[in-house]
């Protein structure tokens, strides 16, 4: 009688914890909070945005890595994004920053202004000072946030 007993508890317990196990995830790992630390040019706001998460989005499910690459081609200034994780409701973002270190001209008349990884951080309609130009490489792709491709 005693070992149906502690089967039935066992079972009990099993189907209670499967049920409440999704529903304490679902709603109590929430994003409430975000840290940003290194913005540099941009603001704390620009970087949440820019990340995708939102508040009350699942913490546990939240996509850091697709984050850091929505930051860092949104906002090119931006370089070496990290997010990580804070249970239980906290979100932190840190960004280093890159610098302009080419002018590259395009076909339309146009440069490429790149940082040292030859990452496109804006388009500019004459050549800007301070940054060495490229000659004799013309990109047959230069969107901005990606690697200028020749």
Do not use: H, W
Request: charged letters at 25%.
């Amino acid at each position: 009688m005693e070992r149906k007993f502690s089967k039935l508890l066992f079972r009990v317990l099993l189907v209670l914890s499967l049920i409440i196990s999704p529903v304490l995830i679902l709603t109590v790992f929430r994003v409430k909070t975000f840290a940003v630390e290194g913005a540099g040019i941009y603001t704390k706001d620009q970087i949440i945005s820019a990340s995708g998460i939102t508040a009350g989005k699942n913490l546990l499910f939240a996509d850091l890595e697709e984050s850091a690459e929505n930051i860092e081609k949104l906002l090119p200034y931006t370089d070496e994004v990290k997010l990580t994780k804070k249970l239980p409701d906290k979100i932190i973002i840190r960004c280093g920053q890159t610098e302009k270190a080419f002018a590259i001209g395009m076909t339309n008349g146009l440069y490429a202004v790149t940082d040292k990884n030859l990452k496109v951080l804006e388009i500019v309609g004459k050549r800007p000072s301070g940054v060495a130009l490229v000659v004799g490489a013309v990109p047959y792709k230069a969107d901005v946030g990606e690697i200028a491709a020749f």
